[in-house]
C-alpha cells in the first residue's frame, strides 16, 4: 500500500517554537498533502506538492519532498496555541483518486 | 470560502438500521469522496464517485454500501443494516477538476456515528 506515516507520533513544544514533522511512504505518487484535525472536526487542507516539487511555502508553513527517500516533511514556524491539532500527510498516484493518509503527529503546543 | 457541510454531525442508531449520511460538496466540484475513521485509527477511504457514477470503492464499501447524488447539490452514503463496527466519523469530501494545477480534497466537519 502507499500509506504514509508520520513520525513523530507527538510532538509538544512551547509556543514561538518550530515544529518539523515527517512523512513516509512506500509507493510512486502523484501528489501529496498535509491535512490539519482538531479533535473531533474535519480535515483542513494546508498544502498540497506535486511529485516533481521539492519544496512549497504557504505562510508559516513550509513543505519538503523528497521523492527518491519517499518522505516529505512539515515545518511549522513560530508555533501558536491555535496550531495545537493532529497532523495527517496523504498521497494520491493520481489528481482525482484517493488519498491515503498517514497515521498524522498530535501536536501540542504550551503557552 | 465555500466549504463542504454534512448533516448531521451526530446521529445514533439501532444495529440493524438503516442510516443516511448526506452532504452537500462545494459548488462546481465534479469529484465525491466517502472516508470515514473509527476512533483512534487512520482515515479510510471508502469510495470515489464521478460522472454519476463509482469510479473507486475500497473493500470496506460492501454492499451494505451505497451512494448517491440525488439532485445537483446533495451526496449521500447509505449504510443499509448497520452494524456496530459501522461506529466511527464518516467525511464527505469533494474536488475540482485541475485547472493548471492539481487540486486538493476539501473535506466536511463530519458525521459521528454511533450504532448501539
Known amino acids: 500500500s502507499q500509506q504514509g506515516e508520520e513520525d513523530p507520533q507527538a510532538l509538544s513544544i512551547q509556543e514561538g517554537e518550530n515544529a518539523t514533522m515527517n512523512c513516509s511512504y512506500k509507493?510512486?505518487?502523484?501528489?501529496l498533502q498535509w491535512y490539519r484535525q482538531n479533535s473531533g472536526r474535519g480535515l483542513v487542507h494546508l498544502i498540497l506538492i506535486r511529485s516533481n516539487e521539492r519544496e512549497k511555502h504557504s505562510g508559516r508553513l513550509r513543505v519538503t519532498l523528497d521523492t527518491s527517500k519517499k518522505s516529505s516533511s512539515l515545518l511549522i514556524t513560530a508555533s501558536r496555541a491555535a496550531d495545537t491539532a493532529s497532523y495527517f500527510c496523504a498521497t494520491d498516484r493520481s489528481s482525482a483518486s484517493k488519498i491515503i493518509f498517514g497515521s498524522g503527529t498530535r501536536l501540542s503546543i504550551r503557552p | 470560502e465555500p466549504e463542504v457541510t454534512q448533516t448531521p454531525s451526530h446521529q445514533v442508531t439501532q444495529m440493524g438500521q438503516e442510516v443516511i449520511l448526506r452532504c452537500v460538496p462545494i459548488s462546481n466540484h465534479l469529484y465525491f469522496y466517502w472516508y470515514r475513521q473509527i476512533l483512534g485509527q487512520k482515515v479510510e477511504f471508502l469510495v470515489s464517485?464521478?460522472?454519476?457514477?463509482?469510479?473507486?470503492k475500497s473493500e470496506i464499501f460492501d454492499d451494505q454500501f451505497s451512494v448517491e447524488r440525488p439532485d445537483g447539490s446533495n451526496f449521500t452514503l447509505k449504510i443499509r443494516s448497520t452494524k456496530l463496527e459501522d461506529s466511527a466519523m464518516y467525511f464527505c469530501?469533494?474536488?475540482?477538476?485541475?485547472?493548471?494545477?492539481?487540486?486538493?480534497?476539501?473535506f466536511g466537519d463530519g458525521t459521528r456515528l454511533s450504532i448501539l
Open positions: 464517485f464521478y460522472n454519476n457514477e463509482i469510479s473507486e
Open positions: 469530501a469533494s474536488r475540482d477538476r485541475d485547472r493548471g494545477s492539481n487540486q486538493p480534497q476539501h
Open positions: 509507493t510512486s505518487i502523484n501528489n
